[in-house]
């Protein structure tokens, strides 16, 4: 019953991601990629803050795995954030890479982090 969950919320998390990406970019009308960005760092957020709920307020288990597993896995992307990477790279854009590689593990850490803080309240 838990990998139902878990498939409906990776689901979910998938078709979620498709929208925020999409309003983001028509919205932003440039070459970097603000929604996978947007995308991860909410994601991130979203994970330390269940992290948190279930390490100290007692979140159980099958929750805890429907929403961190399911749906903020179905809802960040690694190989997107990495294929568009080197797309910039690989049209000159080596400063806009850089700063996706570095801007977005260091806002990742710390929006996983501010969750994580927010839960502990």
Do not use: C, K
């Not at 279930?54 to 990495?82: D, E, K, M, Q």
């Not at 568009?84 to 593990?105: K, M, P, R």
């Amino acid at each position: 019953m838990i990998g139902f969950g878990v498939a409906v919320a990776a689901g979910l998390g998938a078709l979620l991601r498709y929208l925020v990406d999409q309003l983001v970019q028509q919205r932003a009308r440039r070459d970097f990629p603000f929604g996978t960005v947007l995308i991860n760092l909410t994601g991130s957020f979203l994970l330390g803050l269940v992290t948190g709920l279930a390490a100290h307020h007692g979140l159980p288990a099958t929750p805890t795995v429907i929403l961190g597993t399911g749906l903020a896995g179905g809802y960040t992307t690694l190989s997107t954030w990495a294929w568009e990477t080197v797309a910039l790279a690989e049209t000159g854009d080596l400063a806009e890479a850089g700063i996706n590689v570095f801007g977005s593990f260091a806002a990742g850490l710390a929006a996983a982090a501010a969750g994580l803080a927010i839960a502990q309240i």
